[in-house]
């Protein structure tokens, strides 16, 4: 095959994962407290010259030809969204942009969001899922007078989080996170926070995929082209 076909169809590979990701960024465009995705790409020569600085040897030849283009890291933009009152007693919003509220999952896992936007299920304060809100010793809050004091609050870097599902995460590392005894002054009572999500520039981004995208295709084709012509001329001359 045809050395220059390589990076062309990881390029390909890339802008679909791109694609996804971008996709996903649109689709939660309205969801509460939702965190825009990104990835980075580099070539597969980063993670040789990497293994060079580790002492490793890699060959010489793979330096000198692998510049096949490789997704590097997917990363969450940490930016806080606009603000939304509502007036609803059961909305509310995180004032800092490292800071989450506590959920209890369906799974008895504790997970992290910052979508404030909860609910009374027969009488416990519960997510759009229908999942515990936690107080600070991870216990179901219940609706009464006060609650909202009680709601738990901590502190975390996005870089020691995992995305769970499309709006919760789950920590790396659990004592890096630190738990709140109370949330004076973080939580805004009959707010929302809303994505982050800018519809415009991250339609800029789903059209550049997709031009990436063809043009690699395209790329494909002509190099397919070329070989069949050389190949046919070839045929020709052994006659």
Excluded at 30 to 38: A, L, V, Y
Aim: aromatic share 8%; proline share 3%; glycine share 8%.
């Amino acid at each position: 095959m045809n050395q220059g076909v390589y990076p062309l169809a990881a390029s390909m590979v890339n802008q679909i994962n791109r694609l996804d990701q971008i996709s996903n960024n649109l689709a939660n465009a309205d969801t509460f407290g939702f965190k825009q995705e990104g990835t980075a790409e580099t070539t597969f020569n980063w993670y040789l010259k990497r293994a060079q600085d580790e002492g490793k040897n890699p060959f010489v030849e793979s330096i000198t030809i692998n510049n096949i283009p490789k997704i590097d890291t997917r990363y969450t933009d940490p930016l806080m969204g606009p603000m939304k009152m509502t007036g609803n007693p059961l909305d509310f919003a995180l004032n800092a942009p490292d800071t989450f509220f506590k959920i209890q999952n369906e799974n008895g896992d504790i997970v992290y969001t910052r979508d404030g936007a909860f609910k009374n299920l027969d009488g416990f304060l519960v997510d759009g899922n229908g999942n515990n809100v936690l107080n600070a010793d991870n216990e179901a809050i219940v609706v009464e007078d006060g609650f909202e004091l009680q709601i738990g609050v901590v502190q975390a870097s996005f870089k020691n989080l995992e995305k769970v599902g499309d709006n919760t995460y789950i920590a790396l590392v659990a004592e890096d996170v630190e738990n709140f005894e109370n949330n004076d002054n973080k939580i805004l009572n009959g707010t929302v926070e809303q994505s982050n999500v800018n519809r415009v520039s991250t339609m800029v981004e789903l059209i550049d995929a997709h031009r990436r995208f063809d043009q690699s295709q395209r790329a494909i084709k002509t190099i397919d082209e070329l070989n069949a012509g050389l190949i046919e001329k070839i045929g020709g001359n052994t006659r």
